[in-house]
């Protein structure tokens, strides 16, 4: 279908904070990142999220009439004026992951956005990898390897998401391939803005802690830190993967404080997660590079900068979009998948062998 030439691709990701669908544009070959494009941005209505949230923790087979509904609308909506995409990377909502469980779920039907949209659609990139024993995620840790070349670095950094959930992917961008064995090592770090949106919500009925204005006011609850921190997950060695809500314990630990202390300790919870997450990288990054809306937390980046021997930086420090990094990664594993090249490694997933994840539905 594709030839060796680059493409233009176009990938969708709606991530575990639900608060809406990115969608952008990558050139690719499926290796190097050539040149990064349109981007567009659709908030949920509250409504559509509230049929979201309901159905977080089903698999196939449960009633999810209403929120494939919106999920299918949603991106219809959002990917229908990339007319100059040649190919779709559609990731899914994430309903639920539980890899040594049942498996992992991402809410959407790839065959019918691929009718609507009529280009052929890459979707499903989770399962194949949790089919051979991986964690099913995370898979931007390729995307971010070829990042790091597109970006010329040479020495090795970390890549870390704070979004809903935290991962960090160590890149050493002088080995050129991203399966090779040394090249990566990624994994979720811990809850990041998941849990502190939900106390905010619970609380005081906002979405999320707006600049870290209650946190900056707060004050970190030392043994509820440590609490949290005994957590075996953090002892754990990668590969490993979290669900959304793995760590929903984590408001019951502040139950007690006052709105500012508990929004400072869960900020402090997953700052410190990383730190701890960083322990296991095989060697000091040269720089922590952050994508994700809790890159926009001052007292988040604020907490890593301390707590991290080398500097903390949005990833817009070396050219790149932190509030797109996951939809362009969907865009590029969409043409790697496209081609037969491997989307996860044993480095990334823990996964058998390298996999191509992902199924590719044409229109008909
Ligand atoms: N200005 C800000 N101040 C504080 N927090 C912010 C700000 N902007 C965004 N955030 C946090 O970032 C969250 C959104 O992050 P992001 O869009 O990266 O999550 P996601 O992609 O849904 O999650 P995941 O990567 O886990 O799938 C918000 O819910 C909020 O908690
Ligand atoms: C199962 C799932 O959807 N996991 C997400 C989630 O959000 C962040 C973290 O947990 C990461 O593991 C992953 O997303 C990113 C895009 C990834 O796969 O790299």
């Not at 969708?12 to 040149?35: E, F, H, I, K």
């Not at 024993?133 to 840790?141: F, H």
Request: proline share 7%; charged share 20%.
């Amino acid at each position: 279908m594709l030839g060796p030439d680059p493409v233009w691709a176009v990938g969708a990701m709606s991530g575990t904070s639900l608060d809406g669908v990115d969608a952008a544009m990558v050139q690719t070959d499926g290796r190097d990142v050539l040149t990064f494009g349109a981007t567009a941005y659709r908030e949920y209505r509250p409504e559509e999220r509230a049929i979201l949230r309901a159905a977080l923790g089903k698999w196939p087979g449960d009633d999810l009439d209403a929120a494939l509904d919106v999920t299918h609308s949603v991106h219809a909506e959002v990917l229908n004026p990339f007319e100059a995409a040649q190919i779709v990377g559609f990731h899914g909502q994430t309903l639920a992951h539980d890899p040594k469980g049942r498996g992992t779920h991402q809410l959407g039907d790839g065959q019918a956005l691929a009718e609507t949209l009529q280009k052929p659609v890459v979707w499903d990139f989770r399962s194949a990898d949790v089919a051979l024993g991986g964690e099913g995620a995370p898979l931007a840790p390729f995307f971010h390897h070829a990042c790091a070349r597109w970006a010329k670095l040479r020495a090795p950094v970390v890549f870390l998401n704070l979004g809903g959930v935290g991962n960090l992917t160590w890149v050493d961008p002088s080995i050129d391939r991203p399966e090779k064995p040394d090249a990566l090592l990624a994994f979720d770090t811990g809850p990041a803005n998941a849990p502190l949106n939900d106390l905010l919500q619970e609380r005081l009925g906002r979405a999320y802690d707006k600049d870290g204005a209650l946190a900056a006011k707060g004050k970190v609850e030392e043994g509820a830190l440590e609490l949290f921190l005994d957590d075996a997950y953090f002892r754990k060695l990668p590969p490993k993967s979290l669900d959304r809500d793995d760590f929903a314990l984590m408001l019951d630990l502040v139950r007690e404080l006052s709105d500012a202390d508990a929004a400072a300790t869960m900020t402090a919870m997953a700052a410190t997660a990383v730190m701890i997450g960083i322990e296991h990288c095989p060697s000091e990054p040269e720089r922590v590079l952050v994508t994700g809306g809790g890159r926009h937390n001052p007292v988040m980046m604020q907490m890593l900068a301390a707590g991290l021997d080398c500097p903390v930086e949005p990833v817009e420090a070396i050219g790149l979009d932190g509030d797109m990094l996951e939809a362009q990664a969907f865009a590029y594993l969409a043409v790697r998948v496209a081609r037969g090249l491997p989307t996860s490694a044993p480095s990334t997933t823990g996964v058998r062998a390298a996999v191509a994840g992902g199924t590719i539905s044409r229109p008909s």
